[in-house]
């Protein structure tokens, strides 16, 4: 079975650009989750997605934003980039209501 | 506020020993724990969880402690192998219906000496 696939896998974007990242989760996964990791915060929350709603939000500002195709992929799209929005973004899928996630390779967003 | 912490960054051991890597929650809602192992350049890969009801879960050579009243959880590798070396996230999970949002760890960089 494959695993959760996430494009692009590299990013470069300069301040004030928005980006789109993509998240294709494990077959049969409804649930997709997205993390934000940074060297000093570690694995922070941003969105879970289920069934196309978002069904929890972590503290990120609105320019943080996701959603979720009826055949489960998902994306999250960064608006007016800052330099501190250099991270990877990973990408989990699971089973509704299964609390093990399953991580994708992750985006890694250098913001210039 | 750190909700779950892993105070040691770092830990080195000698192949063939245990590694024992420790983590503290402060959240008394935690009712599920999980370890993750990931290497540079890829995502977190699940190990092992342990749900509240119990205080040990055992896979192979991985073995997960948790002591309720102490808020914390313990993984045993044993014996530990050269490839186990990678940075290992602790992650947690409040009961809270359907919401499964993982809160983690800083995460401790684990090397297994040869």
């Known amino acids: 079975k494959a695993g959760v696939t996430q494009t692009p896998r590299y990013l470069i974007k300069t301040r004030g650009q928005q980006v789109t990242l993509s998240c294709s989760p494990i077959s049969g996964h409804r649930s997709v989750s997205w993390y934000q990791q940074t060297p000093g915060q570690g694995l922070q929350f941003l969105f879970e997605?289920?069934?196309?709603?978002?069904?929890n939000k972590g503290n990120f500002p609105g320019r943080f934003s996701g959603r979720q195709f009826s055949n489960s992929r998902s994306e999250m799209n960064v608006s007016t980039l800052e330099l501190g929005d250099s991270a990877l973004y990973l990408c989990?899928?699971?089973?509704?209501?299964?609390?093990?996630?399953?991580f994708g390779p992750g985006t890694r967003l250098t913001v210039l | 506020d750190q909700q779950v912490k892993q105070n040691s960054p770092s830990l080195s051991v000698q192949e063939g020993r245990i590694s024992i890597l420790n983590c503290d929650y402060t959240?008394?809602?935690?009712?599920?724990f999980l370890w993750y192992k990931k290497y540079p350049a890829e995502g977190p890969t699940f190990l092992i969880s342990?749900?509240?009801?119990?205080d040990k879960n055992e896979d192979g050579r991985f073995t997960v402690f948790l002591n309720k009243s102490a808020k914390h959880l313990s993984l045993h590798i044993v014996p530990s192998q050269p490839g186990d070396s990678a940075v290992y996230f602790c992650?947690?999970?409040?009961?809270?219906?359907?919401?499964?949002?993982?809160?983690f760890g800083k995460g401790i960089t684990l090397s297994v000496r040869p």
């Open positions: 342990i749900s509240s009801i119990k």
């Open positions: 959240n008394s809602m935690f009712d599920y």
């Open positions: 992650a947690a999970s409040a009961r809270d219906g359907a919401n499964s949002k993982l809160t």
């Open positions: 989990a899928s699971s089973f509704s209501g299964d609390k093990r996630k399953f």
């Open positions: 997605y289920f069934s196309e709603t978002q069904r």
